[in-house]
């Protein structure tokens, strides 16, 4: 398996396509769409999520990276190794882009989720229905910044806590057994 993609990577690549969204929009609706069940395969996902750039557009993308970012989430989803983490900046990037860039994937992931027809029947239960309102109240979010180390502490702490209820709404939405020993606190 080649290396994941980086958030850098990809950024520039919808910078300099003119894409008009951000890689970690990009990458939480695409995550949003596979969790929420959300069937496509890995040539036509943006026509599935609605993002369908016209062929000089996804020609400018390198050889296989839509593909790959396509067949990397999904497998990362469905590891029962929990190694999925949402596309954001490292961790040496400034705290407000890694801030900016969660509340950025939060959004991309209810509308990718919302697109997959999730929970469109009321199918959705009590803790789904939770983890979907604070995802929604962190795409809303303006982070303000006080004090640098407890600041880095509580970003990471919403970060786990957006892994794992991805993982829990996939293991919920796609039907495929629990995830063994995770909590969502």
């Known amino acids: ?92 990037a400034p705290l407000g882009a890694r801030a900016d860039a969660l509340v950025e994937w939060c959004r991309g992931f209810l509308g990718g989720i919302g697109l997959a027809g999730a929970g469109a029947a009321g199918t959705l239960s009590a803790v789904a229905k939770e983890i979907l309102s604070d995802f929604d109240t962190i795409a809303g979010t303006r982070f303000e910044y006080a004090d640098s180390e407890e600041d880095e502490n509580a970003l990471a702490e919403v970060i786990e806590f957006i892994r794992v209820g991805a993982l829990l709404l996939h293991t919920e939405l796609s039907g495929t057994s629990p995830l063994p020993g995770t909590t969502l606190h």
């Open 1 to 92: 398996m080649s290396d994941p993609i980086s958030y850098a990577e990809l950024g520039a690549v919808l910078a300099r396509t003119q894409f008009g969204v951000s890689a970690s929009d990009l990458h939480g609706s695409l995550a949003g769409f596979l969790c929420g069940g959300g069937h496509s395969d890995a040539r036509r996902w943006l026509a599935a999520l609605e993002l369908d750039p016209d062929d000089s557009v996804t020609a400018a993308f390198p050889p296989h990276m839509l593909e790959q970012l396509y067949t990397d989430c999904a497998a990362w989803l469905a590891d029962p190794g929990l190694q999925f983490e949402p596309l954001l900046p490292p961790t040496s």
